[in-house]
Structure formats: structure tokens, C-alpha cells
């Protein structure tokens, strides 16, 4: 049996941004059933209800649930579909952002980015984490508990890639979000934190990455579990008491001073 200050038993979590099989979101989701959690879980498209199923194989009580949280709407309406569903979000994950189903990465100079790129590179990794959040939160103020988890990057707050000004300035607008809000509700029960990962062994990490994944000190990237492992523990009861913090998942990449 867990220590009830590393246990999660009976709580029930939402996490975002779920529809990859070898993403964070889904190694988040299947590590949070695993430790007894009930989970939903979302994504842009359908093949969340595959996830949705592999999780319920694990024995765990699962809901998928299909939305462009980038949207006031559409958020607002998972949002309340997960608690039609389980009747609380006891731990919000807001793992969105970044890739979405469809839609490939792209590198654009300042220079020459167009506006509405832009736009929608902020919408995506930021609209996202503030939308769910602010249509989840009023639900764990009213209860008096709750945690959020916020996966920013060490892209923006730490270090940048030529060619990523959206997703940079969004992952660093991440940071600013959760210090804000982690003021706003330090006394009313309600932890917020973030998780800033580097390199990570995603499914649908290119091969420049995996390059430069071997070149950092501990010769790889993170396994998305590993990133997982920090997010369930920020939603324990024992670190009730890290709140505003930044945890970096990074194998120590952003402190080599010499490259090359």
C-alpha cells in the first residue's frame, strides 16, 4: 500500500493533449491509472478514444473526450463533460500544445513569419493551458483542493531554436501563467506548478532531435514516463507544499555553458 503522501488513490485527473501513443499526455494518463487514479483524458481528434481503450485494458476507470481546447467553446464544453462524467478534476494536466493531429511542425524566421502563424502557434500552446484552466479552476476553489500541472519547456524560459518564436514565447507565457496564478490561489487550497521537459523520446520526435538528444550530458532524451513521473508527483499530497515552482526534466542540457 502507498504512503498516503504518495498516494493518489480515488482522485481523478484530466489531462490534455492525450491522443499521442508515445506522448507525454498518454504516459501521464497511463501512470496516473496505474497509481490508482481515474482519468480523462483529450485531444484534437479521434484517436483519443484508442488511448481512452488501452487505458480501460489497465483496469481503469477512463473517459475520452474530443476538442480543440484552443477554442473558448470547445473548452468550456470538454471541461464540462469531464465532470459530467467523473464529477470532479481533482488534478488538471495541461499537456496541449505544440503538435497537433495534422498539423506538422514548422521553422519560420521573426523575419519572415506570417501574423497569423504566430497567432496560432500562441493559441495552441498557450490559449490552451489558460482556457481549461480557467473553466477547471473555479470547480477546485468552490471544493477547496485541487492541483495543476502545466507542461511548459526549457524552450522559452531557458533556451531557444532558431525558427520557434511562437512556441518559445508561449512556453515562457506558460511559466508567467502558473507564478501568477500559484499567487493568486496559495491560500485556498490549490497548487499550481510546472514541468519544463527537454529533449524527449516522443513518437513523433524528428531525427535532428534525436541528434541532438545524444549530444547532451547524459547522452539521451527523456523518456515521456520519465516527464510523467514528475507530474504525478507534483499532484501528490506530499509536495502540497511546491507551488509556483518550475521543474526541469532536462538531464541537465540547459547548464553545458561549451558546445561545439
Not at 504512503?3 to 491522443?19: E, I
Not at 471544493?143 to 524552450?155: D, F, K, P, Q
Not at 507565457?173 to 499567487?183: H, M, Y
Request: charged share 20%; hydrophobic share 45%.
Amino acid at each position: 500500500m502507498a504512503h498516503p503522501l504518495f498516494s493518489l488513490d480515488g482522485t481523478t485527473a484530466f489531462v490534455t493533449g492525450a491522443g499521442s501513443p508515445g506522448g507525454i499526455g498518454f504516459a501521464t494518463a497511463r501512470l496516473l491509472v496505474e497509481l490508482g487514479c481515474s482519468v480523462a483524458i483529450g485531444a484534437t481528434g479521434t484517436r483519443v478514444e484508442a488511448r481512452a481503450e488501452e487505458l480501460r485494458g489497465l483496469g481503469g476507470t477512463v473517459s475520452a473526450h474530443v476538442g480543440d481546447l484552443s477554442d473558448a467553446g470547445q473548452a468550456r464544453r470538454v471541461v464540462d463533460e469531464v465532470l459530467a462524467a467523473h464529477g470532479r478534476i481533482d488534478l488538471l494536466v495541461n499537456n496541449a500544445g505544440m503538435a497537433q493531429e495534422g498539423r506538422p511542425e514548422t521553422f519560420t524566421p521573426v523575419a519572415e513569419l506570417d501574423v497569423a502563424v504566430w497567432r496560432e502557434g500562441l493559441r495552441r500552446s498557450l490559449d490552451t493551458c489558460f482556457l481549461v484552466t480557467r473553466f477547471t479552476l473555479p470547480t477546485m476553489l468552490a471544493r477547496g483542493s485541487g492541483s495543476i500541472v502545466n507542461v511548459a519547456s526549457v524552450t522559452g524560459p531557458l533556451v531557444a531554436t532558431p525558427g520557434e518564436s511562437a512556441y518559445a514565447a508561449a512556453k515562457a507565457a506558460v511559466v508567467g501563467l502558473t507564478r501568477t496564478l500559484a499567487l493568486e490561489v496559495a491560500d485556498r487550497g490549490v497548487t499550481v506548478n510546472a514541468v519544463a521537459p527537454g529533449w524527449v523520446a516522443t513518437d513523433t520526435q524528428p531525427p535532428e532531435e534525436r541528434r541532438a538528444s545524444a549530444a547532451t550530458p547524459m547522452g539521451r532524451a527523456a523518456a515521456p514516463e520519465e516527464v510523467a513521473a514528475v507530474v504525478a508527483f507534483l499532484a501528490m499530497p506530499g509536495a502540497r507544499y511546491v507551488h509556483g515552482a518550475t521543474i526541469v526534466v532536462d538531464g541537465a542540457n540547459h547548464l553545458v555553458e561549451r558546445l561545439g
